[in-house]
Structures are given as C-alpha cells and as structure tokens.
Antibody, heavy 120, light 107 residues
Framework: EGQLLESGGGLVQPGGSLRLSCTAS????????MSWVRQAPGKGLEWVSL????????YYADSVKGRFTIARDNSKNTLYVQMNSLRVEDTAVYYCAKSREGTTDAFDIWGQGTVVTVSS | DIQMTQSPSTLSASVGDRVTITCRASQSISNWLAWYQQKPGKAPKLLIYDASSLESGVPSRFSGSGSGTEFTLTISSLQPEDFATYYC?????????FGQGTKVEIK
C-alpha cells in the first residue's frame, strides 16, 4: 500500500518562502506523475502543480505560476515545492498526490497534508 | 479552463437512502472524471476514476456514470460512514479542476 508523507509546513510572513517535501513509500515513485493540491480553510480543493514521472513536464495553476517551483528527486523518492513570494491567500493545507497511472489521471494516493499559514 | 459545477452543494439524507450527486463540466471531458470523498481533517480519498470505474477497496454501493459534460455519483444505500464531502475532478486538460464540493449531511 503506497504512502505519502508531507513535511515543511509552518507560519511564514507575506513575501516569505517555504519549501515543502513529500516522501513516498510502498510504490515505485519514479514511475508516476505527482501533484500538489491545496485546500484553504473551509474551502474546496485546488490543484497547484504537477510534475511528470521523469520531471520532463511541469504544469502550474495560474495562481502560483512564477512563484512556486515543483521538483522531484527520484533517487530519494521525494517530491518538493519551493514556494516564494507567499501571499495571505496561499494559506492552506497542502497535499501531495500520486497520479493513478498516466500523467493525465486521477489521484489515487494522497498524503495527510501539511499546513501553511501566511500571516504577519 | 474547464469549470466543474456540482449540485447540490449540500444534501440532507438518512441512512439507507439512495443519494445522487451531479457534476457538470463547462466543456466535454469525455470520461476523464474522478470522484473523491473527504471527511473533516482528512485527505481526500479516490472513489471513482474514468467516470465509472470503482477504485479498488471502495464499496460497491458507490457508482459513477456519465460522459461528455454531465456526470453522476450514486450511493445506493447511504451508510453512517458515508457522511462526508464529495468532489468531482476533471483530468482531461491542464489545469486540473475540482467541483466546489457536495456535503452529505445527516437528515
């Protein structure tokens, strides 16, 4: 049974930076696309970014383009997102999620989430 | 961007009821649609992929149907553990988008 474990969340001031990590186990991490999905307090789910299995294709939501950078280290079974120029509206629980098979697919494994709070 | 619209936003139902949630896409997404269940404080859980395929381990009382722009999630006989929020999601094209959610409450 595959598992994902996020870390790196915390409190940061507007304009600050934070790097989240997501460590995978129980499946061949290097074979699957991975995403970050966030959920603001009391709100719905918002897809943030996706990286293909090799890292060769990367996509971002318009709301984070130019500020967030997704990356992966397949040798460490770890997914990252570097978040710069953080805004109050980036406050959310951030989940990492695995694509079921192809790059364009449902998300079949989710982490437990890590909380990012952007506030002065 | 493809917009996903769910209805209703909230649904009150009793244990044993048959429940149907609708999801409409702003343009055709073929069958590139998933349904997720989320309970408070927990991560979403995949229930249905490719509009009608049941994820492994998900009870058979959950079913999905539809193609193109209109989709439904049906729970044939609502169980106590099914009270949660349900989201549809399209994965036909970037950006991958979710519906706003449907909260299933106890009547």
């Amino acid at each position: 049974e595959g598992q994902l474990l996020e870390s790196g969340g915390g409190l940061v001031q507007p304009g600050g930076s934070l790097r989240l990590s997501c460590t995978a186990s129980g499946f061949t991490f290097s074979s699957y696309a991975m995403s970050w999905v966030r959920q603001a307090p009391g709100k719905g789910l918002e897809w943030v970014s996706l990286i293909s299995y090799s890292g060769g294709r990367i996509y971002y939501a318009d709301s984070v383009k130019g500020r967030f950078t997704i990356a992966r280290d397949n040798s460490k079974n770890t997914l990252y997102v570097q978040m710069n120029s953080l805004r109050v509206e980036d406050t959310a629980v951030y989940y990492c999620a695995k694509s079921r098979e192809g790059t364009t697919d449902a998300f079949d494994i989710w982490g437990q989430g890590t909380v990012v709070t952007v506030s002065s | 961007d493809i917009q996903m619209t769910q209805s209703p936003s909230t649904l009150s139902a009793s244990v044993g009821d048959r429940v149907t949630i609708t999801c409409r896409a702003s343009q055709s997404i073929s069958n590139w649609l998933a349904w997720y269940q989320q309970k408070p404080g927990k991560a979403p859980k995949l229930l249905i992929y490719d509009a009608s395929s049941l994820e492994s381990g998900v009870p058979s009382r959950f079913s999905g149907s539809g193609s193109g722009t209109e989709f439904t999630l049906t729970i044939s006989s609502l169980q106590p553990e099914d009270f949660a929020t349900y989201y549809c999601q399209q994965y036909k094209s970037n950006p991958w988008t979710f519906g706003q959610g449907t909260k299933v409450e106890i009547k």
